[in-house]
């Protein structure tokens, strides 16, 4: 049967797509209406066998997520108008998202300095946020949220690394410097940009806070991973 056989074909291919790719709807029957229509894929349902699907919304004031059986999606490329969150279905445009940060920051080479730099913004700033960027590819965003212990801090970190789903997020959003995802991050806050030329440092920094945090979801500005941090002196 030429139908299931096309079905097979797209429930694998759907079954090796990943979250935040973007799908479009058809053969839909009880949903006829969003068939034609874009989403951002968000997460699986083994146990359904369905994906979370968020949909684009063509005024961008309002958002649903629907759970759509694989057979009913195919994979689309990405929109060049605006780049819908998976997750909340927020628009974010590119125009403003790949806007350079061109805030004044300050240069420190060492994890030691780089370390000091953060902690002193926070004892400077006692609100707002710090980013630490390595060149147009990396960077580390903490929200500053209290004091912990002896002069170390506590907050939320989200950051963009080696990894492809980082660096899948830098590319989706336009940025011309990831250090903008750290900006989205920090919105409306007090922020101090902090810059490394060298990777070794920035990683080493950013193993040292990986080691100190704990979480996974996903942050709705940045569109990455959300953690929890606690950072000693």
């Keep these: 049967d030429t139908y299931l056989l096309l079905n097979n074909c797209v429930v694998n291919i759907m079954e090796n797509a ?7 709807f058809h053969g839909l029957q009880g949903a006829a209406h969003l068939n ?4 951002h894929l968000v997460r699986f349902l083994r146990d359904q066998q369905r994906w979370v699907v968020s949909c684009d919304d063509d005024d961008g004031d309002d958002y649903n997520v629907v759970n759509v059986k694989p057979a ?3 994979l689309a490329g990405p929109k060049k108008e605006h780049f819908v969150h998976p997750l909340t ?3 974010m445009i590119p125009k403003t998202t790949s806007t350079p940060v061109s805030d004044a920051s300050i240069v420190r080479e060492g994890i030691a300095e780089l370390h000091s730099a953060v902690l002193s913004a926070f004892h400077h700033q006692r609100k707002g946020g710090v980013v630490v960027s390595c060149g147009d590819k990396y ?3 903490i929200e500053f949220d209290g004091p912990h212990g002896n002069g170390g801090v506590y907050g939320e970190m989200v950051f963009a690394d080696k990894s492809a789903s ?6 989706d959003r336009g940025c011309l410097r990831a250090t903008e995802l750290g900006r989205n991050f920090l919105a409306g806050e007090t922020v101090q940009y902090i810059d490394t030329t060298n990777e070794v440092d920035f990683f080493s920094l950013l193993s040292k806070y990986e080691s100190q945090a704990w979480g996974g979801l996903i942050d709705v500005k940045s569109g990455l991973r959300l953690h929890i941090v606690k950072i000693a002196r």
């Design 18 to 24: 990943k979250p935040g790719q973007a799908v479009e």
């Design 36 to 39: 034609g229509k874009r989403g």
């Design 72 to 74: 009913n999606l195919k």
């Design 89 to 91: 279905g927020q628009i």
């Design 139 to 141: 960077m580390l965003a």
């Design 166 to 171: 980082a660096q899948a997020v830098v590319r």
